[in-house]
């Protein structure tokens, strides 16, 4: 089953626009991560944020925690036209056993 | 980290038939999880592939259907038996551990026809 909700669901900008994603999550986690898929391929790692941060960056990406909220969003800063691709959020299962729960994921399009 | 190969990459099958779909791990792991993407849709794990033991599958997965082998720490595979139109979706395999980032194969898109 899904664990949550991404808004929105597609999202158009222009080059050099910053894009921001939301994900929000129904049960308690240790961590959040984001991932990248280009055109239904395999999914490539962004970004890990655990339960007791609030915010965590690399590069270009920024990712928000807030656990009383259930919720983490990704701001994708001085976007690319290669940074056309799905981001789904993911957090990992009750039972610590490396399974992963999926969000609905967000469909970015980055017009040169 | 960990490289996965996966194959093939894509197919046509027929109604039917099965097919099935190798990951190979460059390192070894412990646990290895098939997932689901059907067109337009997000990931659902199928189920976790376990070394020596029969694989653990989720909720509205059953082994006749998608049997898993898991014969070593590098490899699996998964059988997509009796196919119809409704099996048409991406399969990918993913390695990781709990709290650490996942590693995914590049996926093998099937079709169903």
């Known amino acids: 089953s899904q664990q949550g909700e991404e808004d929105p669901q597609a999202l158009s900008i222009q080059e050099g626009e910053n894009a921001t994603m939301n994900c929000s999550y129904k049960?308690?986690?240790?961590?959040l991560q984001w991932y990248r898929q280009n055109s239904g391929r395999g999914l490539v790692h962004l970004i890990l944020?655990?339960?007791?941060?609030r915010e965590k960056h690399s590069g270009r990406l920024r990712v928000t925690l807030d656990t009383s909220k259930k919720s983490s969003s990704l701001l994708i800063t001085a976007s690319r036209a290669a940074d056309t691709a799905s981001y789904f959020c993911?957090?990992?299962?009750?039972?610590?056993?490396?399974?992963?729960?999926f969000g609905q994921g967000t469909t970015l399009q980055v017009k040169p | 980290s960990a490289v996965i190969s996966q194959k093939p990459s894509r197919d046509i099958c027929q109604r039917g038939t099965s097919l099935t779909i190798q990951c190979q791990v460059d390192?070894?792991?412990?646990?290895m999880f098939w997932y689901r993407q059907q067109p337009g849709q997000s990931l659902t794990l199928i189920a976790t592939?376990?070394?020596?033991?029969?694989?653990?599958?989720e909720s509205g997965f059953v082994i006749d259907k998608f049997p898993i082998s898991r014969p070593n720490l590098t490899f699996s595979t998964l059988t997509v038996s009796n196919m119809s139109p409704e099996d048409s979706s991406i399969y990918l395999c993913?390695?990781?551990?709990?709290?650490?980032?996942?590693?995914f194969g590049q996926g093998t898109r099937l079709t169903v026809v």
């Open positions: 993913s390695v990781g551990q709990p709290g650490t980032e996942a590693f």
């Open positions: 049960t308690s986690i240790n961590n």
């Open positions: 944020i655990r339960s007791n941060e």
């Open positions: 993911a957090t990992d299962d009750s039972g610590n056993t490396g399974k992963l729960i």
């Open positions: 390192s070894q792991v412990t646990m």
């Open positions: 592939a376990n070394q020596g033991s029969e694989a653990t599958y």
